[in-house]
Nanobody
């Protein structure tokens, strides 16, 4: 499986911004789904952003209702790195953020955690 290494995170003031990185190493998929998940204190893991990467017309990433309009995804293909830009952060955005990926045959991606085979180590984001 591909290995994912996250960076970024830390303490952010409400209304502030933070950018997380997820770098892929090892064998990488030609066609894959990547999602960002987060897990707040005492909460279940939640998918917040999902994007397909592979051949064909680019597909617009999807975001959970809780972050739509505030979070965006970007990619640097040369660095095999994806970024989660988080703006206008709120205390309820606090949690451990994970990037995850799995290869896919088609182009449809979901944020079902059980489908994802490769996970980053997680990085803490605290909005306070």
């Amino acid at each position: 499986h591909v290995q994912l290494v996250e960076s970024g995170g830390g303490l952010v003031q409400p209304g502030g911004s933070e950018k997380l990185s997820c770098a892929a190493t090892g064998h990488t998929y030609d066609r894959y789904c990547m999602s960002w998940f987060r897990q707040g204190p005492g909460q279940e893991r939640e998918g917040v952003a999902t994007i397909y990467s592979g051949p064909g017309v680019p597909i617009v990433p999807t975001f959970s209702d809780s972050v739509t309009g505030r979070f965006t995804i970007s990619r640097d293909y040369a660095k095999k790195t994806q970024y989660l830009q988080m703006n206008n952060l709120k205390p309820e955005d606090t949690g451990v953020y994970y990037c995850a990926a799995h290869n896919v045959l088609g182009r449809a991606c979901t944020s079902v955690a059980g489908l994802y085979m490769s996970w980053g180590q997680g990085t803490q984001v605290t909005v306070s």
